[in-house]
T-cell receptor
Framework: DTAVSQTPKYLVTQMGNDKSIKCEQNLGHDTMYWYKQDSKKFLKIMFSYNNKELIINETVPNRFSPKSPDKAHLNLHINSLELGDSAVYFC????????????FGDGTRLSIL | EDQVTQSPEALRLQEGESSSLNCSYTVSGLRGLFWYRQDPGKGPEFLFTLYSAGEEKEKERLKATLTKKESFLHITAPKPEDSATYLCAVQGSNDYKLSFGAGTTVTVRA
């Protein structure tokens, strides 16, 4: 069973479109995250939810909006996609917010044409 | 702001040739230092958590150590399947986010 799963795995779309990425974890964790990995492979935190409450909100354009319908799901909606949004987006989860290892999905590769 | 610097950027090893990767960090109160392995096209896979200076963790050919300023990941007698990018991350006491280094890409030749 996949612990942290993301869909879709690949997303190719035009500039200006709106798209969503879905994430689900079956580990029973309380905390979920979205990361962006750029072309230089640098992983940077975007958002984190703990028990459906937003606890980390880094300097991210407000075109990016996370939504957590329940503890097992954290989705990412992106409006008005721009060329610079091309990257790999990773979802992760951990038991709680502090000291706990995060478990990652395999990423969604977003390409903007 | 927490900072993590990993060196070298890339490491090419012959099978059986042991080596070490470095992770230097600055953080306000360390909650934990984490090592991950990332294979191409995959998400980071958790390896170790270290919480305090002097702590060591081992898993197969990998051993992680921690001081107050840096951590080392030692790879003993590596095999080609140890080829991957190794990421280091810290969590400080100011907030709950993980700050990652840029990684060290290890290639082990048979």
């Amino acid at each position: 069973d996949t612990a942290v799963s993301q869909t879709p795995k690949y997303l190719v779309t035009q500039m200006g479109n709106d798209k969503s990425i879905k994430c689900e974890q079956n580990l029973g964790h309380d905390t979920m995250y979205w990361y962006k990995q750029d072309s230089k492979k640098f992983l940077k935190i975007m958002f984190s939810y703990n028990n459906k409450e937003l606890i980390i909100n880094e300097t991210v354009p407000n075109r990016f909006s996370p939504k957590s319908p329940d503890k097992a799901h954290l989705n990412l909606h992106i409006n008005s996609l721009e060329l610079g949004d091309s990257a790999v987006y990773f979802c992760a989860s951990s038991q709680d917010v502090s000291n706990q290892p995060q478990h990652f999905g395999d990423g969604t590769r977003l390409s903007i044409l | 702001e927490d900072q993590v610097t990993q060196s070298p950027e890339a490491l090419r090893l012959q099978e059986g040739e042991s080596s070490s990767l470095n992770c230097s960090y600055t953080v306000s109160g360390l909650r934990g230092l984490f090592w991950y392995r990332q294979d191409p096209g995959k998400g980071p896979e958790f390896l170790f958590t270290l919480y305090s200076a002097g702590e060591e963790k081992e898993k197969e050919r990998l051993k992680a150590t921690l001081t107050k300023k840096e951590s080392f990941l030692h790879i003993t007698a590596p095999k080609p399947e140890d080829s991957a990018t190794y990421l280091c991350a810290v969590q400080g006491s100011n907030d709950y986010k993980l700050s990652f280094g840029a990684g060290t890409t290890v290639t082990v030749r048979a």
